[in-house]
């Protein structure tokens, strides 16, 4: 039986959280938050995480409840896997042109 917890966590990911047991083999899919688990298993073993939150819809990640352990590590907020897709790293690309034609742009007359 998976014990009892917040379906909240401390790095403040939203999702529609369903709890899985660390023992479950559906978490052999997942990774884990960095900022829920900054030492990945070590942080599970640490913080004594016997359950895992996840959300199947949009998320990859393994994430733990507010009821476990202490504050998650914040300082890699928004620090994701992808950096160079984030707004900021495509505004210092020197290739990226900010000149954008629109529909109604192409059917000229006034707007």
């Known amino acids: 039986m998976t014990p009892e917890v917040t ?3 401390p790095c403040l990911a ?3 959280w369903q709890r899985t047991a660390v023992d479950s083999t559906r978490v052999a899919d997942f990774d884990f938050c ?8 070590a942080t599970v073993d640490e913080k004594g995480v016997e359950t895992f939150l996840f959300t199947a819809k949009n998320g990859s ?4 409840s507010v009821d476990t352990g202490d504050d998650a590590d914040t300082s890699e907020f928004g620090n994701h896997d ?3 897709q984030n707004l900021a790293a495509k505004l210092a690309d020197p290739t990226t042109s900010l000149d954008h034609e ?5 059917q000229g007359g006034d707007a």
Not at 34 to 41: K, L, N
Not at 61 to 64: C, F, G, N, Q, V
Not at 102 to 106: L, Q, S, V
């Open 7 to 9: 379906l909240e966590t």
């Open 14 to 16: 939203n999702g529609r």
């Open 34 to 41: 960095s900022q829920c688990f900054p030492d990945g298993e």
């Open 61 to 64: 990640k393994l994430h733990r």
């Open 82 to 84: 992808y950096p160079d």
């Open 102 to 106: 629109f529909e109604w742009d192409k």
